[in-house]
């Protein structure tokens, strides 16, 4: 009320008037607009590939699981839905033991996805995870690995992680990784 | 005595500005010290608390000043530069902290991207300084330079790539813990640290390395095989149940298993450091041998499954054993609580420590030399000068009769430190400050404190030695006696006399003594007389000698004669303070001493009365309840009276043992990760350790078992408490001292948080059983004890236990310094000290010496006759397995090279053995082989074996020299494959404890969370 | 004789209509509010949804009828019947057609107004009975809003009754054949329009009920068929509302040739009162609820004197033989 104090009471009561008529005669307008959302089963709304959605755990370029068990997303998730356990291969890749998201806890902020160094956690754009029974909304590793990149298709943590690990079954000593020189002879007299 | 060091430290302070600030630092310590210890941030990477400056990294430059006028300055290593009054410097200038940042960032050049799949990450210090330098991200687009690792045996693995060459790992493993098997190679930045080639890390001290190394070049094999990151670690403040000198640890528990032990800081004792039997024997807890359900009442309460304890049927099923009279068999490996509990449950008539008649008066000579000889803490021994105490520092070490190494590695660690005094003083000379690193060993050379040892196996002590002589047990006794002697004669005449004129001279004196003497002059070889009076004419000169003993030699007579040499060095005059440190055999052997008295029955009176129950047919018969005792001193024979003469065998234990397998009732016990109480460490410091998981029932502790069995064996309901604190309670109701002292120690405000910050009380672990909220970790309000199951609570260092070491920035263990007054200090909550009162019981109100051992006799009988051509066994196993509860550790199975046993040269020429056979050795009537290996310096009658099935509480046994013998070709067949089948065994322990663990962590027991109270308060931590 | 069942059968019908009428607009609602904010609305339970309320009120009769145990019961039960009684009874004086229309009393409007102020012990008594806070505070604010619009709402329709010199709607309707009284009392419509929404406690003035503050006001604590009657109280006097202001301002079933011969009275009425009716809807799409002390200062600071000066006026101009 304090407008009234500037402009002449009456300006000021028609200025209200108008707004308020104004605001009617475009919400009016909307009578003739398309509307924004679609009938949803039927029809399925175009979500962004980077949309929020149900989290996978993808495979790196050759197929094998990105996901190096770091414990990162689990530390990163602000309501604690992930729950995991790293073991070591005997081809010497760390892999999840188990990878537990429990989604009926679980609140789509992407966290997992960012804090990930290796790509492996990726959220997409399902977001059909409806279930009767809760229990069914505990995604164990198995419902979560999948068969692709996700939204990166060329990353490979281990090309250029320094540890030596099998890829493709053919063992990638030190010194293989990407940016690596041979490993040093320690032995050698050269200075 | 702490107050002694503040105050003096206060005289040694100057003020230095920091950014135009005044603070005040201390000049007995570097630049670097001083700064932290003021909690300021300052990046540093080879500067290590213990092992001093050597500036190397480059990384912890300030800009120095030369007054507030001069704004340019010049850039100072801090870690170098001695502190002066009113100097200034500069941390948040921008000159030196690019060149931190640059320092980093040219580390980083070669520094592979393993973080997420290394073991460091999340506690890296090379993580923290970079974030703390601000470089955020790497320019340097060339390759790097790569290394092959090396296998360093089970424990410790090598990840080279990742080094930043700091020289800590290298310094730590060769210069401080004088290790020989690792060292650094090459040059300018193809400088390797590792061994020659591959192989086990020899040292004991291996592990430190995982926390020496500033990042994840060396980490945790054990841990490393089920990781977890630190942050998810629920952390317990713990003690070391690996030996006597109760080191603090920090045991982190995840998915309900325990993980990994790290190093609490104790001022007082392990400082910085752990060994590798306390560090990763913690394994123990987890293994295949655990008793994880109820045996004996199964049958009665129906099948027995994990997680569910049901009372009621347990209390109709034990019930029926109420009518029997229980003799209770302690242990030093039990809690102190639960020993006292046991002995008040059943009398103290009916209490047994499970100690032989040798054990008895070995132990009560043990107390006897403990009540009159106040034992040092471990940073006591190493820093006194520096720490300001009145004390000198000690200028000479004997060890007599006890292979610290073996027994207690982190003493051996201390002695090493102590060893070093000389040079710190010939450097101190010259004006080379003590945190000189480098320079004073560059200067002091090999110079070391002087060192005797008297012992009756080899021990790496024996190179560094001025003297060192190895005998049987009677000739070192002999020798501490002409010792005694020799110095008794010396310090009457009050002249120091030339070592001539002191040999013919003591020769003569003892002469004109009694036969008794005259016997232990013949017995003196050339050889031990010429070590004895060299070390007669040391100890005389000495200031404040420290002698070493234990009582793993298993000698009454050995500590007699120490005793008798103490209080003759005692008598001599002002100035001298002689020190002894007695090492006990177990964590809580020295707590025992506290229930030692004339009531107390051995473990061969026991079988006696057992006996004589059992042939008499009285009623009630006698039944036993042994407490986490394995009673491994007795022969099969003994052991199977012992079963068939008892009416019930009730045994509460954690792993299972010969004792178990015998038992009618066996009821499985929380182990030291799992449950609460105090162990007495060797010098009678109350130690407590707590709980980092809750046990999945029906395993509870101790104290809560002993509580079941008051109520429903004992029909006592008032021993049966809701918590420990309540017990103590109890016990500080009846006046007891120690429970007192514990109280006023664990008065605490708030409780301490278990679980990291990062924790949120909400977990996913046990949604696969069921997706409904656990209520967390769950906190029986009425409990009284320090630390909460959950994140919430009191920050972990807001009390002297603290359970794991974090602070802003600092995620690695080098945030201890945050929480201690000042580098190197006391921690900033440093509790009291709690030492037991152990006074000297009624044998020896008789200052009569020689009706002691007459009572001693008639208590508890065992004269020990050595008969001509008897051989006598020393144990020489090694370190890893010279404890028996480390013998569950897969991983220290595989390191053992196998049976051996070491014979003197007489013995091999007299029965034809050479090195490589194959003997058979029978011991206790057990048939065990081991391969010969001929030693040159035994002397005739020892023989020292490595045998894995022959406990560490059998030693200095003699056995008939018809015991041993050349093993058939059949036989050394047999040998072959059990020395194979152990290592396969233990490989496929190894596996197989991975899979059980594996499977738990998907399993976590809900009951691990909910409220149980129902079923009688023994839930609570 | 004869005549009382033929009353009784119209009385029967009119109701029998009304409700079902009520009913749908809270689909009508729905839809038209999801069209202006671009989305569908309930489109799901038959053609177009239409079906949605007899959905919604088999929801309804299925739910719990739960009455708190904290509660005044026979209070608690006795408030919705109130409500909705009264707006019912309202209806008995609304002339739908020249031939339909229940009662013709000489004080028909005074008997709207009559019912409009009793309904508030509806909302009070709920508020009371419920024995909460939420619907307590709601059932206080309601009472002070009613009693306030109250008194111009009667104000506002003065001028009406001055033009036409009758209390009996029919005869007001009838009197409007030359012209609707929108054109002279336009100032009385618009107050007697913003009372209305306040009566019927409609956005932008449901304070009563207002969601984010009250969590649903006077009727929290209702559910099953008692918080059916609260929802059908609203929306028919929603149309008791729409009905009065065309009776009132806008000529009733009246409509200027040659569009009267077009259709039948009754159904230019309905028409009419759908238009209201939509009007409704759309103030609720868009205007904001303002806060309470708002909502009196404007009622008893401007409007109050606009209808004061409205009748003033009418009257002078009466009297001035402006209207003849």
């Known amino acids: 009320m304090g407008k009234f104090s500037k402009q002449s009471t009456v300006s000021a009561a028609f200025d209200m008037i108008f707004s308020q008529l104004r605001t009617m005669a475009l919400v009016l307008k909307h009578t003739f607009t398309k509307a924004d959302t679609v009938e949803y089963p039927e029809q399925k709304p175009y979500l962004a590939p980077r949309y929020r959605g149900r989290i996978v755990l993808t495979r790196d370029p050759d197929g094998e699981e990105r996901c190096v068990a770091c414990n990162l997303c689990a530390a990163a998730c602000p309501v604690d839905c992930i729950a995991l356990q790293q073991t070591v291969d005997d081809d010497g890749r760390k892999r999840a033991d188990f990878f537990r998201i429990n989604f009926s806890r679980c609140i789509f902020c992407g966290f997992c996805e960012e804090a990930c160094p290796t790509y492996a956690i990726q959220l997409t754009p399902d977001i059909e995870l409806a279930e009767y029974d809760r229990q069914n909304l505990v995604y164990e590793k198995e419902h979560l690995l999948i068969n692709g990149v996700g939204k990166y298709h060329d990353y490979s943590f281990y090309r250029h992680s320094g540890i030596a690990v099998d890829i493709n079954g053919e063992r990638k000593a030190k010194g293989d990784a990407q940016q690596e020189k041979p490993p040093i002879d320690i032995k050698g007299l050269m200075p | 005595m702490s107050d002694d060091v503040s105050g003096k430290m206060q005289n040694n302070r100057v003020t230095v500005y920091i950014d135009d600030v005044p603070y005040q630092l201390s000049t007995d310590n570097n630049l670097l010290a001083g700064v932290l210890s003021n909690k300021l941030n300052l990046p540093y990477f080879c500067w290590h608390p213990s092992l001093g400056s050597v500036g190397a990294c480059r990384q912890c430059a300030v800009t120095q000043y030369m007054d507030e006028n001069d704004s340019r300055g010049r850039l100072v290593m801090s870690c170098m530069t001695p502190v002066v009054d009113g100097m200034r410097i500069g941390l948040t200038d921008k000159a030196s902290a690019k060149f931190r940042q640059q320092v980093i960032a040219a580390m980083m050049t070669n520094h592979p991207h393993d973080c997420p799949v290394c073991a460091e990450g999340g506690e890296c210090h090379l993580q923290d300084m970079t974030v703390m330098t601000g470089h955020s991200a790497r320019q340097y687009r060339g390759e790097k330079r790569t290394f092959t690792n090396q296998y360093l045996g089970e424990l410790v693995g090598h990840e080279m790539n990742r080094c930043i060459t700091c020289y800590r790992c290298v310094r730590f493993y060769k210069d401080y813990a004088g290790g020989k098997d690792f060292d650094v190679f090459g040059s300018r930045n193809q400088v390797y640290f590792g061994r020659q080639k591959d192989g086990v890390l020899e040292s004991a001290f291996s592990g430190n390395l995982v926390e020496v190394c500033p990042t994840g070049v060396f980490t945790n094999k054990l841990f490393s095989a089920h990781y977890t990151r630190k942050w998810d670690l629920q952390s317990a403040p713990s003690v070391c149940a690996h030996c006597s000198i109760g080191c603090n640890t920090s045991i982190g528990e995840r998915y309900g298993s325990v993980r990994r032990v790290m190093n609490r800081y104790n001022h007082e004792l392990n400082g910085y450091f752990l060994c590798d039997r306390g560090r990763f024997g913690i394994g123990f807890v987890n293994s295949m041998a655990r008793i994880r359900t109820i045996k004996g009442v199964n049958s009665k309460v129906g099948e027995p499954s994990v997680g569910v304890f049901n009372e009621k049927s347990f209390a109709k099923a034990i019930n029926e054993h109420s009518g029997e009279s229980f003799i209770g068999i302690g242990s030093a490996r039990a809690s102190f609580e639960a020993n006292r509990l046991l002995k008040c449950l059943v009398g103290k008539e009916n209490f047994s420590l499970g100690y032989t008649n040798l054990e008895m008066q070995l132990a009560l000579r043990h107390k006897q030399l403990l009540a009159q000889y106040p034992q040092q803490s471990l940073t006591g021994m190493e820093h006194r000068v520096h720490q300001g105490s009145e004390a000198k520092e000690h200028d000479l070490v004997v060890l007599i009769g006890e292979n610290i190494a073996q027994t207690a590695p982190r003493l051996a660690l201390t002695i090493k430190q102590v ?16 945190w000189q690193d480098s320079a004073v060993r560059t200067y002091a050379g090999n110079t070391t404190t002087p060192l005797f040892s008297l012992q009756a196996q080899q021990s790496e002590f024996d190179q560094q030695a001025n003297g060192a002589l190895i005998l049987s047990v009677a000739q070192i006794i002999t020798c501490i006696d002409c010792l005694t002697a020799m110095l008794q004669t010396e310090f009457n005449s009050h002249v120091v006399l030339p070592l001539k004129t002191l040999q013919s001279k003591t020769v003569a004196s003892v002469n004109q003594g009694g036969s008794r003497q005259e016997s232990i002059t013949k017995d003196l070889s050339d050889q031990e007389s010429k070590f004895t009076l ?36 005692s008598q001599k005059s002002h100035g001298f303070a002689p020190e002894l440190t007695v090492v006990a055999p177990e964590c809580n052997s020295v707590g025992n001493l506290h229930f030692l008295n004339e009531h107390n029955l051995s473990i061969e009176q026991v079988i006696e009365y057992c006996s004589a129950s059992y042939h ?67 010098q009678g410091r109350l130690q407590r350790f707590s709980s980092a998981h809750i046990a999945v029932k029906p395993i509870m502790e101790n104290w809560v078992w002993l509580g079941l069995l008051a109520k429903h064996l004992f029909t006592q309901q008032e021993l049966n408490f809701a918590s420990l604190t309540q017990l103590q309670l109890f016990f500080a109701k009846h006046g007891e001292a120690w429970a007192l002292q514990v109280l006023t120690c664990q008065q605490q405000n708030r409780r301490v948080a278990r679980q990291t910050h990062r ?134 199975v595989l390191m053992f090279a196998g049976n051996s046993i070491e014979i003197s040269t007489e013995i091999t020429r007299k029965n034809g053995y050479c090195t490589g056979d194959i003997l058979k050795i029978t011991i206790n009537e057990q048939q065990m082989f081991a391969k010969v290996r001929v030693n040159k310096s035994l002397t005739k009658n020892v023989v020292l074996v490595s045998l894995f099935d022959l406990p560490m509480s059998i030693n200095n046994l003699n056995i008939t020299a018809k015991n041993i013998s050349k093993a058939t070709t059949e036989e050394v067949t047999v040998f072959q494959q059990v020395e194979g089948d152990r290592r396969k065994t233990a490989q496929q322990e190894k596996a197989d404890i991975l899979i059980r663990l594996k499977k738990q962590d998907q399993t976590v027991p809900i009951t691990f969370f909910s409220d149980e109270s129902k079923s009688g308060g023994n839930t609570n931590g | 004789m004869a005549d009382i069942l033929v009353k009784l059968l119209e009385i029967t019908i009119i109701i029998a209509l009304l409700i079902p009428i009520a009913a749908m607009l809270v689909w009508v609602e729905r839809r038209m509010i999801g069209i ?36 005044d019961r026979i209070v608690f039960t006795i408030a919705p019947v109130i409500g909705a009684v009264c707006v019912l009874m309202s209806f008995a004086v609304i002339p739908f057609s020249p031939s339909i229309g229940v009662s013709d009393l000489n004080i028909g409007l005074l008997f709207f107004l009559a019912m409009a102020s009793l309904s508030v012990y509806s909302v009070v008594l709920a508020g009371w009975a419920s024995n909460s806070k939420y619907a307590l505070l709601g059932s206080m604010r309601a009472a002070a809003q009613m009693v306030s619009y109250e008194v111009f709402m009667g104000l506002s329709v003065m001028g009406v009754v001055l033009l036409t010199g009758s209390f009996n709607l029919r005869e007001i309707v009838l009197a409007q054949q030359n012209g609707w009284l929108i054109q002279t009392q336009f100032l009385g419509f618009i107050i007697f329009l913003i009372a209305g929404i306040a009566e019927s406690h409609r956005l932008p003035f449901d304070l009563p009920e207002a969601e984010t503050e009250l969590t649903a006001g006077f009727h929290t604590e209702y559910s099953g068929l008692k918080f059916a009657l609260f929802f059908l109280g609203e929306y028919l006097s929603v149309t008791l509302i729409s009905a009065m202001s065309v009776v009132l301002f806008f000529g009733g079933w009246l409509m200027p040739e040659p569009l009267a011969s077009w259709l039948p009275p009754l159904l230019w009425f309905i028409l009419k009162i759908l238009c209201f009716v939509m009007f409704f809807i759309l103030l609720r799409t868009s205007l904001p609820r303002p806060r309470f002390d708002q909502l009196l200062s404007f009622g008893w600071k401007y409007m109050l004197p606009l209808a004061l000066l409205n009748l003033l006026v009418t009257a002078a101009f009466k009297l001035g033989g402006v209207y003849g």
């Not at chain 2, 005094?421 to 003590?434: C, F, L, Q």
Request: proline letters at 4%; glycine letters at 4%; one cysteine or more.
């Open chain 2, 419 to 434: 060893l070093r005094n000389s040079a710190r003083d010939k450097a101190d000379s010259i004006g080379v400050k003590h």
């Open chain 2, 759 to 892: 924790a949120s009380g909400r977990t996913a672990m046990t949604a696969n059983q069921s997706v409904h909220e656990n209520k967390t970790f769950l906190e029986n309000s009425n409990s009284q004890e320090g630390l909460r199951y959950s994140m919430e609570g009191d920050d972990a260092n807001s009390s002297h236990n603290m359970p794991y070491t974090w602070a802003p920035a600092w995620n690695s263990n080098q945030a201890i310094f945050q929480h201690q007054q000042e580098v190197n200090g006391v921690l900033n909550h440093q509790g009291n000290e709690n030492l037991l009162n152990l006074s000297l019981s009624v044998f020896f109100d008789d200052t009569h010496e020689a009706s002691v051992e007459d009572k001693l006799d008639k208590l508890w009988p065992c004269k020990v006759f050595k008969r001509d051509g008897e051989l006598t066994i020393i144990q020489n196993i090694p370190w890893f397995l010279a404890e028996q509860q480390s013998h569950n550790l897969p991983e220290f």
């Open chain 3, 36 to 71: 202006w904010q671009d989305r569908l609305g309930p489109n799901r339970v038959g053609p177009f949804g239409i079906l949605q309320s007899l959905a919604d009120l088999l929801k309804i009769l299925g739910k719990e009828d739960w009455i708190p145990p904290f509660s």
């Open chain 2, 534 to 569: 060299l070390l007669a004419s040391t100890l005389s000169q000495a200031k404040t000698p420290l002698i070493v003993t234990g009582l793993s030699l298993k000698s009454p007579q050995l500590l007699h004669a120490i005793d008798n040499l103490m209080s003759c060095l």
């Open chain 2, 616 to 682: 008499e047919n009285k009623i009630p018969r006698t039944s036993l309840l042994i407490l986490e005792q394995d009673l491994a001193q007795l022969s099969a024979q003994q052991l199977q009276q012992l079963r068939q003469h008892c009416k019930t065998m009730i045994v509460l234990e954690h792993t299972n043992n010969q004792l178990t397998k015998m038992a009618d009732i066996v009821l499985p016990v929380a182990a030291v990760s799992e449950s609460n109480g105090h162990f007495v460490n060797y």
